[in-house]
C-alpha cells in the first residue's frame, strides 16, 4: 500500500516566493529518492493559501526520511525550507504531522 506524505509551505515564511518550487521540489525529491518518493500534485489550503504539495511512497519510514532531508538540507530556488514547511504523513483519514517535530500549530490538510 503506498502511503501518502504532504508537505505544507507558508509562502510568507519563503526569501523568494516563486511558485516554480511547486514542480522543482518534488522533482528535487524524486530525484535524491531514486523514485521512492514522487509528486502527485499540488493546492492550495487555510486561509492563507499556503502551497500543499503531495507524494506518494511504498514506504513511509524512508519517505519520511527523504521529505525531512530535502526540507533541512536543501535551497530550492534560494529559499530555507525549514523555516517555511511543515511535513505529514496520512495515517488513515488524518494527517499527522511529523516536521518539524513537536509542531502544534493548525494542519490545513
Not at 511543515?86 to 499527522?96: E, I, M, N, P, R
Not at 516536521?99 to 494542519?107: E, I, M, W
Request: proline fraction near 5%; hydrophobic fraction near 40%.
Amino acid at each position: 500500500m503506498m502511503s501518502e506524505l504532504a508537505i505544507v509551505i507558508d509562502p510568507s515564511r519563503l526569501e523568494n516566493a516563486d511558485l516554480d518550487i511547486r514542480y522543482d521540489l518534488p522533482d528535487l525529491i524524486t530525484a535524491k529518492s531514486n523514485g521512492l518518493v514522487h509528486g502527485t500534485g499540488y493546492d492550495y489550503v487555510g486561509p492563507n493559501f499556503h502551497l500543499a504539495l503531495f507524494f506518494k511512497c511504498a514506504d513511509s519510514e524512508a519517505g519520511k526520511e527523504w521529505i525531512c532531508d530535502s526540507v533541512t538540507k536543501e535551497k530550492v530556488l534560494g529559499n530555507n525550507l525549514a523555516l517555511a514547511s511543515q511535513a505529514y504523513l496520512k495515517d488513515g483519514d488524518v494527517w499527522k504531522c511529523f516536521y518539524p517535530s513537536g509542531h502544534a500549530g493548525p494542519c490545513y490538510l
